[in-house]
């Protein structure tokens, strides 16, 4: 796309030994549990996909996926549901994998819908965290990266469709800031 920049953040090896740390530490606190892994599309689904080869635990998957009107890159509060979980949930462990929280609003309504099938508990998954930009209140029980205020692409992760299929993950700055 014209006009931008991508900024080198996360490598793929950086990537990949944040990735399996965290199914580490997944496989070790739900080791005998019944997990079922909630993937938001579209931006965890490469995310997803790594993560569950380093998972040493059986894991049952869905997918959910939720849009949030607003203009440009920042997302309104208005959230709404276009492709709920088909699984059963009640009596379930349930962990949500995000691939990156910035206001909080998507994973606070998500998770308060989920809540409501009876689970057994609901935790939260995300690779990247913008802390800065929280809005409401959310605990990430498990966090890859905690990243700037920035506008993040690549690795599923997207700008208006573009550079999700990018292994490597990118910040995006305006084409002309980049020149000095
Ligand atoms: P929240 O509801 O404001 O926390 O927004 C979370 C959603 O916004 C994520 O699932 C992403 O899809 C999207 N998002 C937030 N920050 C970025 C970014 O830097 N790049 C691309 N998408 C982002
Ligand atoms: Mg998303």
């Known amino acids: ?20 740390k965290l199914a580490e530490q997944i496989s070790r606190d739900y080791r005998g549990k019944e997990l079922t892994l909630v993937c938001i599309l579209k931006g965890a689904f490469m995310f997803l996909s790594d993560l569950v080869r380093y998972l040493e635990i059986p894991v049952k998957i869905d997918f959910a996926r939720l849009a949030s009107y607003g203009a440009g890159m920042k997302s309104s509060g208005t959230i709404e549901i276009t492709k709920d979980v088909e699984l059963p949930l009640e009596g379930r462990d349930i962990l949500i994998i995000e691939d990156i929280v910035d206001s909080g609003r998507t994973l606070l ?12 508990s ?12 929280r809005e409401v209140e959310i605990e990430v029980d498990y966090l890859g990266r ?3 205020d920035v506008f993040i692409v690549g690795y599923g992760i997207d700008f208006n469709e573009n550079y999700r299929s990018l ?7 305006p084409a002309d800031q980049t020149k000095r």
């Not at 920049?5 to 990735?19: G, M």
């Not at 308060?112 to 057994?120: E, H």
């Not at 292994?167 to 700055?173: A, D, F, K």
């Open 122 to 133: 609901v935790r939260i998954c995300a690779l990247l965290n913008k802390k800065a930009r």
């Open 146 to 148: 905690e990243v700037d």
């Open 1 to 20: 796309m014209e006009g931008y920049h991508l900024n080198p953040l996360l490598s793929r090896e950086q990537i990949d030994s944040i990735v399996k």
């Open 109 to 120: 309504f998500l998770k308060d819908r989920l809540v409501l099938a009876n689970p057994r």
């Open 167 to 173: 292994p490597e993950i990118y910040y995006v700055t």
